[in-house]
């Protein structure tokens, strides 16, 4: 064997990091070698331009908690609280940090110490487990913008009145997964996945009773066990192995991460068989009808939850290619500031971080220079966007939406 001039390499054995108050996985934590490579992809660095409010700011902080006898004071609470949890660290990530993961256990921790997810968080999350509150709120949310008492600061897109009847069985090659607020607010989005399903001669079926809310944004909050029980009944309400097709970019991430939150063969087997609409479609374009009339110019805005974490972002341009030309914003995938619940909890920063995503918009009408739409596969960014689209008077739909539109597909 080859040896160096000066004899063997000393190997340094490693450090076995004892697990800190906050509970975090020390492997886990260890993998950051602080290099840097994440943080132009961090929308709160972006904006502030500081470090705290990086990714790497962020492990460091959780590392003098856990490992360098640290307290948890406002200071930190506020470094977390201002993660959008929107995971663009991850895939620029050299070392593989599990950021999304570090941030859920550190949240866990937090939340089981009431230090964060205050009262009426909570309840409005439990909420989203009681289908008939999620529609009557809504419907509430609905007048109330058109009596104007929602402060514009709020940014919320317009929420329909008229959202028509639920999404009917037609068969049971697959489920059609309705979520809870999808369900209430963008139900037109559900029923053209509908008529795409059918048009390819695919029958599917609806959750049954438990199957609506995710638990993606209980995740967020930090309360693991009543997202852990939320599975269990969305578990329950898909049997079978039929796959499971689900057209909101949050709730298909966390559908698809079961497994790992429950860490049970079954969660995984359930995991396993969940699929994007995108993604789907994207197996049976040669099946679909042909496109009619003028081509849609598009542009194309990837949430998050399917870029950085499903990362089958480009099962949209191969859906979405064949009967429209598409335009790229030029951000390299920069959060639009929405994050489940963040526009509502930080809505400062939320508002600056969706200017620069703004902006990069406002580069791509440009560039595609005349009548455009942006396509958004995540119900919480389009809402987040549409205010300030409808000012540029540009609308923004779902890709599903877009190809149904371009298909001349029946939604009735
Ligand atoms: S999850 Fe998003 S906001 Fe949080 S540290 Fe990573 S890139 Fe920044
Ligand atoms: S999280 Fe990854 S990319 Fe960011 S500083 Fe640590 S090792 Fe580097």
Request: charged residues 20%; glycine residues 10%.
């Amino acid at each position: 064997m080859l040896e160096p001039e000066n004899g063997p390499v000393a190997v340094e054995p490693p450090v076995i990091r004892p697990v800190g108050p906050l509970g975090i996985d020390p492997e886990e934590l260890n993998t950051c070698v602080s290099c840097g490579l994440c943080l132009p992809h961090c929308p709160t660095f972006r904006v502030t331009g500081e470090e705290a409010y990086s990714p790497r700011g962020r492990i460091d902080a959780m590392r003098g908690i856990e490992w360098e006898g640290g307290s948890v004071d406002d200071e930190f609470v506020d470094f977390m609280e201002t993660c959008v949890q929107c995971r663009g660290c991850e895939p620029a990530c050299p070392s593989g940090v599990p950021f999304g993961s570090l941030m859920e256990q550190t949240r866990t921790a937090l939340a089981a110490e009431r230090v964060v997810t205050p009262w009426w968080q909570r309840l409005g999350l439990r909420a989203l487990t009681r289908p008939w509150l999620v529609l009557a709120g809504s419907t509430a949310l609905a007048l109330a913008q058109r009596a104007r008492l929602v402060p514009s600061r709020v940014g919320l897109g317009r929420i329909p009145l008229r959202r028509g009847p639920a999404i009917a069985a037609t068969g049971d090659d697959a489920w059609l997964f309705t979520g809870c607020v999808m369900d209430a607010w963008q139900r037109s989005t559900h029923r053209s996945l509908a008529a795409l399903m059918s048009a390819v001669g695919v029958g599917y079926r609806t959750p049954g009773a438990g199957g609506g809310c995710c638990g993606a944004l209980h995740t967020h909050a930090g309360l693991t066990d009543e997202a852990a029980t939320v599975a269990g009944r969305v578990m329950a309400s898909m049997p079978g192995d039929a796959p499971i097709i689900v057209d909101s970019a949050g709730c298909g991430a966390a559908l698809k991460e079961y497994g790992h939150l429950l860490g049970t063969d079954e969660s995984a087997a359930f995991s396993a068989r969940v699929v994007d609409a995108a993604e789907w479609l994207a197996g049976h374009v040669t099946e679909l009808p042909e496109p009619e009339g003028k081509r849609p110019v598009v542009i194309v805005q990837d949430p998050c939850h399917l870029r950085h974490v499903q990362r089958v972002h480009d099962s949209v341009r191969t859906v979405l290619r064949p009967v429209a030309d598409l335009v790229e914003l030029d951000d390299d995938g920069l959060c639009c500031g929405a994050g489940g619940a963040f526009s509502a909890l930080q809505p400062e920063l939320a508002g600056e971080i969706r200017d620069r995503k703004m902006a990069s918009i406002d580069r791509a009408v440009a560039r595609a220079g005349g009548e455009v739409l942006v396509a958004s596969a995540n119900p919480g960014c389009s809402m987040h966007l549409e205010a300030m689209l409808a000012e540029r008077g540009v609308a923004v739909r779902h890709p599903v939406d877009v190809l149904a539109d371009a298909l001349g597909l029946d939604r009735e």
